[in-house]
């Protein structure tokens, strides 16, 4: 056989492999620390079934927050939606920036799972390479944090670190994937930056520099910020729309290994909410992002019917 003969094979192989391919389904949760989304007959309406909720590494230590956190449990249980938890800074008076050792934070994550056995998917460490963060320039403790919860829970699905698409995300990769010796099956992603700014940049370099599933943690259209943030966004009812549009039809089909995508959040308090980017306005009216919602978690369900 001709060397052209041989190339043309290959290149037809290897378009027959990426067409047989399977396409996964793409899963769509909401990420709200609020209950009210469960007792929303509009969120019901469509069919979602995931959530993320976010904690301190020693909720347990505090009695106001793990009865926050069995109360929003028990109404995403109810409702039949299956939480992904994601663990982050203390937020005990005057612990902030306290980090456990490996061998506490595996003993808070036991004593989490002892109380709640049926949640079984958890981030390591939220937005761990943010510079508000204890973990900013500590990878390698996160991935001591990310190898003591895949010991303790072997079947659980660990995200090894949820990271910002800020400069540092790279470096901060590199060092978590030397640091923890094995390779990671999940990422989490909060592209605020590549949504808000109609770009790619973010998404692709976390793609490029990791092989396991990217899950969109948290992303979103911004309606208002109210946080003295120095990182510059349009904000409006309309730009938050456009902004869920790019999520969905610029960024998530970048990989196959773009799988969940969980948008921050359901609804807006008020109108005083220092970060505002609800589906729900403050006054309980649908925003316009969520009729792209509906459309895509739509498509999606015709596509894998």
């Known amino acids: 056989m001709s060397r052209r003969a041989i190339a043309v094979t290959l ?8 067409a047989a391919a399977p396409a996964h389904a793409l899963v769509v949760g909401i990420a ?3 209950t009210e989304m469960f007792a929303d007959q509009r969120f019901q309406g469509l069919g ?20 926050q956190l069995s109360d929003w449990l028990l109404r995403a249980r109810l409702a039949g939606v299956q939480p992904l938890i994601s663990f982050g800074h203390s937020r005990s008076t ?7 050792k490996p ?19 958890f981030a390591t460490w939220n937005e761990a390479n943010h510079c508000g963060e204890p973990t900013c320039h500590r990878p390698e403790l996160v991935a001591a944090y990310y190898r003591a919860q895949r010991i303790a829970c072997p079947k659980c699905t660990i995200l090894a670190a949820e990271l910002l698409d800020m400069p540092n995300m790279t470096s901060w990769v590199k060092a978590f994937r030397k640091a923890s010796k094995v390779e990671p099956k999940y990422w989490g992603l909060h592209n605020y930056v590549d949504a808000n ?11 490029a520099h990791t092989k396991g599933q990217v899950w969109f943690t948290e992303t979103g259209g911004i309606v208002a910020r109210r946080n003295y943030s120095t ?8 730009h938050a729309t456009k902004a869920i549009r790019w999520v969905f039809d610029d960024l998530v089909p970048l990989s196959r290994r773009v799988t969940r995508v969980y948008l921050y959040h359901w609804n807006a308090s008020s109108t005083t909410d220092t970060w505002d980017s609800a589906l729900i306005n403050p006054h309980g009216q649908a925003r316009p992002a969520l009729a792209v ?13």
């Open 231 to 238: 990182v510059g966004f349009e904000e409006s009812p309309a």
């Open 293 to 305: 919602v509906k459309r895509v978690i739509r498509d999606s369900s015709k596509r894998h019917r």
């Open 103 to 121: 061998e506490r934070f595996k003993y808070e994550f036991q004593r989490f799972r002892a109380l709640f056995p049926w949640v079984t998917t």
């Open 48 to 67: 979602i079934k995931y959530a993320r909720y976010t904690v301190g590494w020693d909720v347990l230590t505090s009695p106001w927050q793990t009865a």
């Open 11 to 18: 290149v037809s192989l290897a378009a027959a492999l990426g």
């Open 32 to 34: 709200d620390q609020k």
């Open 197 to 207: 700014r109609f770009r790619t940049d973010g998404t692709r370099r976390l793609l």
């Open 94 to 100: 005057g612990t902030r920036r306290t980090l456990p």
